[in-house]
């Protein structure tokens, strides 16, 4: 069973628009990553964020982390037609060599 | 410094044909995985290596056979292909040790199974 769930499945913005993709899991962790993935390519990390952290900043993207809601989410501020791709949450519920991913969100940008 | 690099790019097999998906990594990294991605599924952790000379089983390995042949390489077989493998499947690896840390993914390899 995917251990990350990403919430909506599809997004579509206008450019210059913020984008916020929430992912949710069920047990305990001891970090969270996010990934992009443009289409017909392999992943990207993006950011990593620790089970201690709350909130962690890089570029343009913001995450989020709540381990008591079990819960994080990716912003993107600013969104440009670059950033069109899915964006995956990863957790190591299964285990530290195991990094569970969760079924992704679709983001269009518009120009 | 090409990452890792994942062969063939496309396949297409026949049911109960064999054939061997082949990784490698030149950054001395310990681990390596073998995901599939399918619509809809996200990715699904078939076999990993944690260090050169192990492998484990992931969520879903059967029908697959890995080899870590050394450091650098980590290759996956499929004995006898099934349409339910028709996938992308993607190579990916690891310098973290015991804390899981980011991974560094191939461009993948698209597999049909008539």
């Known amino acids: 069973s995917q251990q990350g769930e990403e919430d909506p499945q599809a997004l579509s913005i206008q450019e210059g628009e913020n984008a916020t993709m929430n992912c949710s899991y069920k047990t305990s962790i001891n970090n969270l990553q996010w990934y992009r993935q443009n289409s017909g390519r392999g992943l990207v990390h993006l950011i990593l964020?620790?089970?201690?952290?709350r909130e962690k900043h890089s570029g343009r993207l913001r995450v989020t982390l709540d381990t008591s809601k079990k819960s994080s989410s990716l912003l993107i501020t600013a969104s440009r037609a670059a950033d069109t791709a899915s964006y995956f949450c990863a957790t190591d519920a299964g285990g530290a060599q195991k990094l569970v991913f969760g079924q992704g969100t679709r983001l269009t940008i518009n120009p | 410094n090409a990452g890792v690099t994942q062969t063939p790019k496309f396949q297409v097999l026949k049911t109960g044909q064999s054939m061997t998906l082949q990784c490698a990594q030149d950054m001395n990294h310990n681990s390596m995985y073998w995901y599939r991605q399918d619509p809809g599924m996200g990715l699904r952790l078939i076999y990993y290596?944690?260090?050169?000379?192990?492998?484990d089983k992931g969520e879903v390995p059967n029908g697959y056979n890995v080899s870590r042949l050394n450091k650098r390489e980590f290759s996956l077989r499929l004995e006898s292909a099934a349409p339910s493998q028709t996938s992308v499947y993607f190579c990916?690896?690891?310098?973290?040790?015991?804390?899981?840390?980011?991974?560094?993914f191939g461009e993948g390899s698209r597999l049909t199974v008539l």
């Open positions: 290596s944690a260090s050169e000379g192990t492998t």
């Open positions: 990916a690896s690891t310098g973290q040790g015991r804390v899981s840390g980011e991974l560094f």
């Open positions: 964020i620790r089970s201690n952290e």
